[in-house]
């Protein structure tokens, strides 16, 4: 008996590293929401000399609403959980074309008013061609974080070389640069490493380690070097973000988000506040560290006072359980969400 707890025990806790990931990140997206288009004195001067630090509301939504980066990523882990179960019912593995189905259904939803959270132009124009892009047959040269701010749930779907993997077909769906690509490898692959027991610190090598193999890794590999200069150095965030750029493109979304990360010790709070407080992409890098530090602490280090004001936390909650159950369980999903 005393063998069978620690196992549960152990299931446990990696079932709240699965809803930490996608909470986190919904949360960190919700957070740089409203700030998302703001300069960082434009930040300061509505929010305060700290900037903008908990829920506020934004465009017509109440506070703790979402964007398209929390969408899209949930549509990752529901083509996930779709591909292992095609697989159990003995049909072809394909992953890519499983989540490509599934932002095929977010877009259509698209189309609704309160759906609508400020989608980026390139995911909309990729997904109207009808056809989707691939490493091999790109259907663009575009590397705008779109591709990486979405394929947090691969790095629970996979084990850290199949992640890496599977991330870069999933970000090649919309976006055809190396440097739209690469980065959703890394932070996968990082997010499957940790989910395995490694730091952040090793799991940062062994992602760059991964990305080296692939051709036109030098603008990411670059991003993450300087990010990882800058957090040992203590270079503050209002000097270190700047430097490693808005994060409207992948590499320097990923960048600023390994910045604030190990910057902030692996303090969720600090750092997603850091990932927000900013002059670019806010919600992007909010999402992508809210998502790396909730998979490494689990759902129980986010702020609770947050995540109640959070929309739909508990469908979030249940995609991440069912991602849990169908991956690591072998059980059928529960499939009863109530996420936009």
């Known amino acids: 008996m005393q063998g069978m707890d620690g196992v549960r025990g152990f299931d446990n806790a990696r079932a709240s590293q699965y809803e930490g990931c ?44 979402f964007t398209d980066d929390t969408q899209m990523s949930l549509a990752t882990a529901r083509g996930c959980i779709d591909a292992y179960l095609s697989l159990r019912h003995g049909e072809s ?19 609704v008013p309160y759906m609508n959270r400020a989608p980026g132009a390139t995911c909309l124009w990729s997904l109207r061609t009808g056809r989707m892009g691939t490493v091999e047959a790109p259907l663009n040269s575009r590397k705008g974080c779109g591709g990486v701010m979405r394929v947090a749930p691969a790095g629970l779907a996979f084990p850290p070389d ?18 739209g690509y690469l980065p959703a490898g890394v932070l ?22 991964m990305l080296r193999r692939w051709p036109g890794h030098e603008e990411t590999l670059a991003g993450i070097e300087t990010a990882r200069d800058l957090a040992a150095g203590a270079v503050p965030p209002c000097v270190a973000i700047p430097r490693l750029g808005g994060g409207w493109v992948g590499e320097e979304a990923l960048a600023i988000s390994l910045y604030c990360v190990l910057g902030a010790g692996n303090d969720w709070e600090t ?31 986010l702020p609770q006072s947050w995540i109640e004001q959070l929309e739909s936390a508990s469908g979030i909650r249940a995609v991440a359980q069912d991602l849990f159950r169908v ?14």
């Open 327 to 340: 991956v690591r369980e072998g059980m059928e999903p529960l499939a009863d969400y109530d996420v936009p």
């Open 271 to 301: 750092a997603v506040l850091a990932a927000v407080n900013h002059s670019g992409d806010s919600d992007s890098t909010g999402c992508i560290t809210g998502a790396l530090l909730g998979a490494f602490h689990g759902v129980e280090a």
């Open 93 to 111: 593995w394909r992953p890519a074309q499983a989540v490509y189905h599934r932002y095929l259904s977010w877009l259509r939803s698209q189309d």
């Open 162 to 179: 199949q992640a890496f993997h599977h991330a870069v077909e999933f970000a090649a769906i919309t976006h055809g640069h190396p440097s």
């Open 188 to 209: 996968a692959s990082l997010i499957a490493l940790v989910l395995d027991g490694r730091t952040i610190e090793d799991g940062v090598d062994m992602a760059a380690s």
């Open 22 to 65: 996608l909470v986190g990140l919904a949360l960190g997206d919700a957070l740089g929401a409203p700030v998302e288009f703001l300069d960082i004195e434009q930040i300061l001067t509505e929010y305060g000399p700290e900037g903008i630090c908990g829920l506020e509301p934004w465009r017509e939504f109440r506070a703790g609403h």
